[in-house]
């Protein structure tokens, strides 16, 4: 939402934080902070909390999925079988050299180096856009074969997996419903976990301007240092999602 | 003047007082300098209009419930609209006024000041959460107006995610909105205390409001989120039907209770624990005496929001968890009692040999004393399991969180109101009448929810329009006392606003208290400080205070 | 700098002597978390009963802890931020140990 006392520029109120720091004169230093170094921890300690109510947000989800997990076991390894582990392994580290990135993209900020900064940033957001088509891709799979979670649900690959090539026990059919909750959650946790990459992407391509533009590589590193904060921790969600969902229960069936 | 026994106002001589000729308030003209001020004090002032405006709206749907209840009979309205009064109260009053009301109104404009900064930490993101609260604000009057929403303010599943057809998700929705705001006012005021603070002031010497705030802040940064997953969740659940709370699907609907619950009971603990703040600031002002046991309560505020997060299941002990688990949530409930009573009786110290007058702000706070006790008490009551299959989900509850919001925090939001009216508005509160209004919200607080105790014991269910007529008598006398109580706080709105062109200059310390927010003038300069002060002083220092006044000089602003 | 400067304002972490994490840390960083992201996919593959979830979460934890330390400089960082940090996690634990106990003790019965 536009927060028009910032006048240069719109942004979310994730970005709020280390964003309002923005000055039109350098040094972007704040009349209300005594010292630089003062309003760069101020920053990056208001940005913490920002995360810790994230940490906060994505776990009522993740005691959702704990429970449901322990109470429709069956159901939940049957549609976690369903996922592509090569795609969700690319996908893991995709994200994971994402995060590579930008954690050179603060160092290129540290140390000055405008030139590299941009390289940085582009390349962080490349393998973040390589993360959401994977995404999709993934998404479209599940569309096509009716597992979305609603009306149009279809259970019939969980009642009768043989039917369809699948090395599955087949569920009973109440407890095939329930995939439909596993999904549910899949859907919820990954798609409000890509709702924070798709945000993040476009915080990106605005800071990858202002990098260009110089506004990072005079010593003013807190705005890059902050969204890296974001961005790893939008990882780490990441990291957690990938065993919880893909590798429930991966054994070779006998 | 100079202070009488019976008072300690002391103002300057009004033939020849002024207001400063420069403030936050002069210091920029125009609508737009209001509504894009980066001002800490004129984020407050957005902030005290715009609650005040949804306490009236509350207010006016407590007064539509109280009417319908005169009768037993179910006759005023139909149930699902007395369903939309209850809810919209509910919500109303503890989202858009009591979460916000101390915090954004006290808390945004003496928080610095009594630091000794210049602003808070992000002013910025302090008006983006005054614009939230207005979305979220909007939002929610907009669900009202397209048909309201009729779950009570607890948006209980499988009611609100399965039966029923209103406007749950826009509701939900605004309510989500309305978390971020708090979020990031909380957000700011824990950065600003750890970051900000002027040389000297230590974490000890900062007065007790700071203390309360700082705990409350902990609460809104790390409870709001759980809310508003849990809202998602609801909206999601009535939008797609994927049975994360649907038993027919194999979903748990105390799950939705767990989640919720897990917020909404540290958000009562927002909700009072800064207006205990303002408690022990007025309480030793007005006792001219040093809040006695400052580390205990100090600490004790944190435990509050320690403790706060480990007891949430007692407002479910008749939803289906375990005894188990009942058994240690209740044992808990019994602990997190303790600290509130600790700040009690420090308080009665404090009052102990201390030099007692009864200004108004000295009225709501002996009033909150007496009913916060009776409040608390009666959730010590609920909290044993005994007690609570039979009184909870009556009128006992009501009554017991009325006695703690309304006659606490309420009492304790006006105390505050009116102590720092003359700091921030720069004049004084007409004092009779002022005393008049506080006097008639005690009289009609506790006609209206006395009675309500009586009434949950007896058995009458909350959330209902029709009862047994023998519990009529009881009923009547509640709306009477509603009446009262509304006239009560209609008072305040007319002789506040009388006193912003009419009321006397009140000068830089009317009341001879300590702390940083005297020592500057009233209103404050925009920058707040002249020079950044340096403390070598205890908070509530009165042999300082009296040496400083001593030796200073008055100049005319 | 004015005079009227707190320190206690500024704790003086890594931008105190201004640390740079350098890339080098960062690549060992990254090879680690790509290892054990083929481990963790390597050991669902393996039966160890109980141990599975354990591990997996385990795992999970580790690259989580390593991201934490060093992408988001954390171990360079204040000890009010690490506290902030290990509050945020405390909490969330709270929530599920806590909501678990209701589950887990509906199946002992009454008393």
């Given at each position: ?68 997990r322990?109470w429709y076991y069956d159901a939940f390894v049957v549609g976690s ?77 969980f ?9 599955e026990q087949p569920l009973a059919?109440?407890m095939a419903?329930k995939v439909?909750?596993y ?65 429930i229960n ?5 | ?557 | ?111």
């Amino acid at each position: 939402m536009d927060n028009a006392i910032v006048a240069t520029h719109p942004h979310t109120h994730e970005t709020a934080v280390h964003a309002e720091h923005e000055h039109v004169s350098l040094p972007q230093h704040r009349h209300h902070f005594e010292t630089e170094d003062q309003q760069r921890e101020a920053a990056t300690f208001g940005m913490w909390l920002f995360l810790l109510t994230e940490i906060m947000f994505f776990g009522g989800m993740f005691f959702a999925y704990l429970l449901y997990r322990n109470w429709y076991y069956d159901a939940f390894v049957v549609g976690s079988n369903q996922l592509s582990i090569p795609l969700g392994t690319a996908n893991t580290a995709i994200l994971i050299t994402s995060g590579f990135f930008m954690a050179l993209a603060v160092w290129a900020a540290e140390v000055k180096k405008r030139g590299l900064l941009v390289i940085f940033l582009i390349l962080t957001t490349l393998f973040g856009i390589a993360f959401i088509g994977v995404k999709a891709d993934e998404y479209h799979e599940k569309w096509e074969k009716h597992h979305i979670p609603g009306a149009s649900f279809d259970v019939a690959e969980f009642v009768n997996p043989h039917a369809y090539g699948l090395k599955e026990q087949p569920l009973a059919p109440d407890m095939a419903q329930k995939v439909q909750i596993y999904f549910f959650l899949y859907f919820a946790m990954t798609g409000m976990h890509a709702l924070h990459m798709l945000i993040g992407l476009g915080l990106l391509g605005w800071l990858t301007w202002r990098a260009y533009r110089g506004e990072f590589s005079a010593g003013y590193v807190a705005p890059i240092e902050n969204f890296g904060l974001y961005w790893h921790f939008v990882d780490i969600v990441w990291l957690f999602l990938f065993p919880l969902l893909y590798l429930i229960n991966r054994h070779p069936l006998h | 003047m100079s202070a009488t026994s019976s008072t300690i106002v002391n103002l300057p001589d009004q033939r020849t007082a002024r207001l400063p000729k420069r403030n936050y308030i002069n210091n920029e003209d125009g609508l737009l300098s209001w509504l894009f001020t980066g001002d800490h004090k004129r984020i407050a002032i957005l902030y005290l209009i715009s609650i005040t405006f949804f306490f009236f709206v509350g207010g006016a749907f407590a007064g539509l419930i109280r009417l319908e209840l005169l009768t037993p009979q179910p006759d005023l309205v139909a149930s699902d609209t007395y369903n939309k009064f209850f809810s919209m109260h509910g919500i109303i009053m503890v989202f858009l006024f009591l979460v916000p009301s101390v915090p954004a109104t006290l808390g945004n404009f003496l928080m610095p000041i009594m630091l000794g900064a210049r602003d808070l930490a992000f002013p910025k993101v302090n008006l983006l959460s005054w614009y939230l609260y207005w979305l979220g604000g909007l939002v929610i009057l907009g669900a009202m107006v397209m048909g309201g929403v009729d779950t009570g303010w607890t948006f209980t599943t499988p009611l609100s995610t399965h039966y029923l057809n209103t406007h749950v998700v826009t509701a939900a929705m605004g309510v989500f909105i309305l978390g971020f705001s708090s979020i990031f006012t909380g957000l700011n005021f824990i950065v600003t205390i750890h970051r900000m603070r002027a040389p000297g002031m230590t974490w000890f010497r900062m007065p007790l409001f700071v203390w309360s705030h700082y705990a409350a802040s902990i609460l809104m940064v790390l409870g709001t989120p759980v809310l508003a997953i849990t809202l998602v969740l609801v909206a999601l659940e009535r939008l797609v039907g994927i049975g994360v709370f649907d038993p027919t699907k194999g979903g748990d609907p105390l799950l939705f209770q767990h989640l919720f619950w897990f917020y909404s009971h540290p958000a009562v603990y927002i909700m009072i624990l800064p207006g205990m703040g303002v408690i022990s600031e007025v309480i030793s002002t007005f006792s001219r005496k040093r809040v006695f046991g400052y580390t205990a309560v100090a600490f004790s505020s944190v435990a509050i929001a320690l403790f706060g997060f480990f007891v949430w299941a007692h407002h479910m002990f008749i939803m289906g968890v375990s005894n188990y688990s009942a058994l240690v949530f209740s044992l808990l409930t019994m602990l997190v009692a303790v600290p509130s009573a600790i700040k009690i009786f420090n308080w009665a110290f404090t009052l102990q040999k201390g030099s007692i007058t009864f200004e108004t702000p000295m009225m709501y706070a002996f009033g909150f004393l007496g009913l916060f006790t009776i409040g608390g008490m009666t959730g010590v009551f609920l909290g044993a399991l005994g007690m609570d299959i039979h009184l909870t989900e009556t009128y006992f509850i009501v009554a017991h969180f009325h006695f703690v919001m309304v006659g606490g925090m309420l009492m304790a939001f006006l105390a505050g109101i009116h102590f720092w009216w003359p700091k921030m508005t720069g004049r004084m509160y007409p004092e009779s009448l002022s005393k008049l209004a506080a006097v008639t919200t005690f009289i009609g607080f506790n006609l209206t929810f006395l009675p309500q105790f009586i009434l949950g014991y007896l058995g009458m269910p909350r959330r209902y329009h029709a009862y047994p007529p023998e519990f009529q008598v009881l009923n009547v006398l509640s709306t009477a006392g509603a009446t009262v109580l509304g006239v009560g706080y209609m008072l305040p709105l007319l002789y506040l606003g009388w006193s912003l062109k009419y009321g006397a200059i009140a000068g830089n310390n009317p009341w001879q208290a300590t702390g940083l927010e005297w020592q500057i003038q009233s209103p404050p300069l925009t920058e707040n400080f002249v020079e950044i002060p340096v403390i070598d002083y205890e908070a509530y220092d009165y042999e300082w205070l009296a040496h400083k006044t001593a030796n200073e000089v008055t100049t005319v602003g | 700098m004015t005079e009227y400067h707190d320190p206690s304002n500024v704790v003086n972490p890594e931008h105190g002597e201004h640390h740079i994490v350098t890339p080098a840390i960062y690549m060992m960083v990254f090879g680690t978390l790509l290892l054990f992201t083929a481990l963790t996919v390597v050991a669902a593959y393996i039966d160890l009963g109980v141990f599975n979830p354990i591990v997996a979460l385990g795992i999970a934890s580790f690259k989580a802890v390593v991201v934490i330390l060093f992408f988001m400089h954390v171990k360079y960082q204040s000890r009010l931020v690490k506290l902030t940090v290990g509050a945020g996690f405390f909490t969330f634990l709270v929530l599920i140990t806590m909501t678990l106990s209701d589950y887990i003790s509906r199946a002992w019965g009454l008393w």
